[in-house]
């Protein structure tokens, strides 16, 4: 498929807007995937080609939170390859199966993680004294459906992520926020892999919306550093169920 020099273009302008809103929202896609239908795709084509583009999102957002990331591995590890085995599930999961059925689940997963996003403060003081310092089978459980849906769809995957590790880690916003684009990233990595060997990725629009996810990413993690948590753990979650309502009336 060949694209336009303007439209590579504004896909690039796109990824940065792509990486920011990933990097600080989990809403990465919110921006990138409706860009890249726009730009002439079909929604599948589309999808598969925003999964791989993402890879970007997830490398600027590491390179931007180091600070956060640091004394993290620990817990990093053991989800991040729960997740990379759900994503690379959905993946084959898109590939094989209609979706009508799952399109129709995901406005009520997104709306439902933005509302614990929400109240998860209150969550966790109820959860107090449940935390694990390894890795609780629930939560490694909960961690590979999200990689699941990661790998088939993506769109608000941070959100689920965030929602989950709220209620589960006592840390501060910006720590766990970090934590997520990598876990979530993950979960893009072997899903990616699969779509680059069915023909299906345009690579030209891949890349545009990768280079620019780069350095959103980069931008939304340090932004995250100096933003209040409250606030910003709110307009996660409303942006959350602003995205929902949007894909229940698409669905």
């Known amino acids: 498929m060949i694209i336009d020099p303007w439209v590579l ?20 896609s919110l921006v990138s995937y409706p860009a890249l239908l726009a730009a002439g795709l079909a929604p599948v084509t589309a999808n598969v080609t925003n999964t791989v ?11 931007g939170a180091r600070p956060e990331l640091a004394g993290q591995r620990r817990r990093l590890v053991p989800l991040c390859v729960i997740t990379t085995v759900g994503g690379a599930c959905g993946g084959f999961v898109l590939l094989l199966t209609p979706s009508d059925a799952f399109t ?10 933005s509302l614990v996003l929400m109240a998860g403060p209150r969550l966790r003081r109820l959860a107090e004294g449940t935390e694990h310092h390894g ?16 790998g088939y769809f993506g ?31 993950s979960a893009n990595l072997l899903a990616a892999i699969v779509f680059s060997v069915t023909g299906k990725v345009v690579w ?36 959350g169920l602003g995205l929902a309502v949007v894909l229940a009336l698409r669905a």
Do not use: D, E, H
């Open 53 to 63: 583009a993402m890879l970007g999102t997830t490398v600027g957002a590491a390179a």
């Open 9 to 28: 273009l504004l896909l690039v302008l796109a990824g940065v807007g792509a990486g920011l809103t990933g990097a600080t929202a989990g809403l990465a």
């Open 155 to 185: 769109a608000a995957a941070g959100v689920l992520m965030l929602a989950l590790l709220v209620t589960v880690w006592s840390q501060p916003l910006a720590r766990t926020n970090a934590a997520k684009n990598l876990i979530t990233g």
């Open 104 to 113: 129709a689940i995901v406005p009520w997963l997104i709306g439902g993680a």
């Open 204 to 239: 030209p629009a891949a890349l545009a919306v990768c280079l620019g996810s780069l350095g959103g990413s980069w931008l939304g993690s340090v932004l995250v550093r100096r933003l209040p948590a409250t606030p910003l753990r709110i307009g996660i979650g409303l942006g």
């Open 135 to 150: 890795l609780s089978p629930a939560t490694g459980v909960i961690a590979f459906f999200i990689g699941v849906y990661g």
